[in-house]
């Protein structure tokens, strides 16, 4: 059971990008699915959760909060984050993988099921 994130690439900054995160080997009722991000140089950190067991309720990071938003599909077992307004500051190698536990936050240390990650690059 894993992730594929897709969708990453180059992107000048003010503009959009859209990432996938398909569930592989399960699907996402009951459990938060997160989005993370590691930048080089710097420790993984949280972007924004979705709730499939508490009615799809979300969760940002103050970085990305009115800029990002997170969905998902659960028919397709699939998790979206829409990128608007990036910055240089948002590259990073993106990550999604779930919370099966009772823990509410992005901690990534309570997260598993990680999928490689996929480029995002903010840069004129």
């Known amino acids: 059971s894993q992730f594929v994130e897709s969708g990453g690439g180059l992107v000048q900054p003010g503009g959009s990008l859209a990432l996938s995160c398909a569930a592989s080997?399960?699907?996402?009722?009951?459990?938060?699915i997160g989005w993370f991000r590691q930048a080089p140089g710097k420790e993984r950190e949280g972007v924004a959760y979705?709730?499939?067991?508490?009615?799809?309720?979300?969760y940002y990071a103050d970085s990305v909060k009115g800029r990002f938003t997170i969905s998902a599909d659960n028919a397709k077992a699939t998790v979206y984050l829409h990128m608007n307004s990036l910055k240089p500051e948002d590259t990073a190698i993106y990550y999604c993988?779930?919370?099966?536990?009772?823990?509410?936050?992005?901690?990534?240390?309570?997260?598993?099921?990680w999928g490689q990650g996929t480029q995002v690059t903010v840069s004129s």
């Open positions: 993988a779930v919370n099966r536990g009772w823990y509410s936050g992005l901690d990534p240390d309570q997260y598993d099921y």
């Open positions: 080997g399960f699907t996402l009722d009951h459990y938060d």
């Open positions: 979705i709730s499939m067991r508490i009615e799809a309720t979300t």
